[in-house]
């Protein structure tokens, strides 16, 4: 019982080192055998897991912290600790570093180091991590990802929104994004490009995709509009072809939150058509956004009336 008080005593949040306890008097084959029985999870080399402690991403990435402190937690990595929404799942994504200092040469499984300056501006505490803080999140991830995974980082920092569960304010200004990018490094110019697709109205990284891929195809419809019903009722349609009358609605509990809120868009969808400016109205899952929008667009051109 003594030996198992003093393993926990030097374990910082969960996470315990072999340095440490080696510094603190252990003998190495003593520490192994006594980590293994009280039931310790190996995370890393050198970093062991408290028993019946979750491996969940802040406590990965704390275990790369202490034992390689100046490194900061960045990209994807960050965008989950600031609930700054991805296409990509971070679950089971490596676990991505700054490495400030620029002399990071050693690899670990799972684990992504880059070497780049930051400066003290852009590194924040979260969860007791130092993290890039959003602005230079974003930035990082506008350098370094395709457009439309970029975007939806982008996008989803600077607007309110959902996330796990939580709903948060924005995190960034879009102006503050253009400053960080005015600076000369490799892919900014590309990134800066695509500042000019963003809308800070998007309300989801579906919205968001569904909007690139129609203006790839050459649709530019309004993005948010707000309508009134003929009894004063305000919606927000996600994206309206005002001429030619046709709205166009993301739909899908999967995205929106619960089903709760599925049938408040069920019901947002049945007032639309009641508005003088929508003459027909086309609905789209998440999963047609995602999975099959050549379908969407072929479905969004087909409703609209050829060209004169």
């Not at 230079?136 to 439309?148: G, K, M, N, Q």
């Not at 309508?227 to 739909?251: C, K, M, N, Q, Y």
Request: glycine share 6%; proline share 6%; with cysteine.
């Amino acid at each position: 019982m003594e030996e198992r008080r003093a393993l926990r005593e030097l374990a910082q949040e969960g996470v315990l080192l072999t340095c440490r306890a080696l510094e603190s008097g252990w003998p190495a084959r003593s520490l192994t055998r006594a980590l293994r029985a009280e039931g310790w999870g190996r995370l890393l080399p050198g970093a062991w897991l408290e028993p019946d402690r979750a491996a969940d991403l802040p406590t990965r990435l704390r275990a790369v912290q202490l034992l390689t402190p100046r490194l900061v937690v960045s990209h994807r990595s960050a965008t989950a600790l600031w609930r700054i929404e991805t296409l990509a799942p971070t679950a089971q994504a490596p676990l991505e570093f700054i490495d400030p200092a620029l002399t990071f040469r050693g690899k670990v499984k799972g684990v992504r180091v880059r070497r780049t300056v930051v400066d003290a501006g852009d590194v924040a505490l979260r969860y007791g991590l130092r993290v890039t803080s959003p602005v230079r999140t974003v930035a990082d991830l506008l350098r370094s990802l395709p457009r439309d995974e970029a975007l939806v980082a982008l996008e989803s920092a600077v607007t309110y929104r959902r996330v796990g569960g939580v709903r948060r304010a924005p995190l960034v200004a879009l102006d503050a994004v253009v400053a960080a990018l005015a600076q000369p490094s490799q892919g900014s110019a590309r990134a800066r490009r695509w500042l000019g697709l963003c809308d800070p109205r998007s309300g989801s990284p579906a919205e968001t995709v569904a909007r690139l891929r129609m203006a790839d195809a050459g649709l530019r419809p309004e993005s948010q509009v707000e309508l009134f019903t003929p009894l004063g009722r305000r919606i927000v349609l996600d994206f309206l072809f005002r001429r030619e009358g046709l709205a166009v609605e993301i739909e899908g509990y999967a995205y929106h939150g619960t089903r709760e809120a599925h049938r408040r868009d069920i019901a947002r969808f049945n007032q639309a058509v009641q508005c003088p400016e929508v003459r027909s109205l086309l609905r789209f899952t998440a999963e047609d956004v995602f999975h099959n929008p050549a379908r969407m667009i072929t479905e969004i051109t087909a409703a609209l009336p050829p060209l004169e």
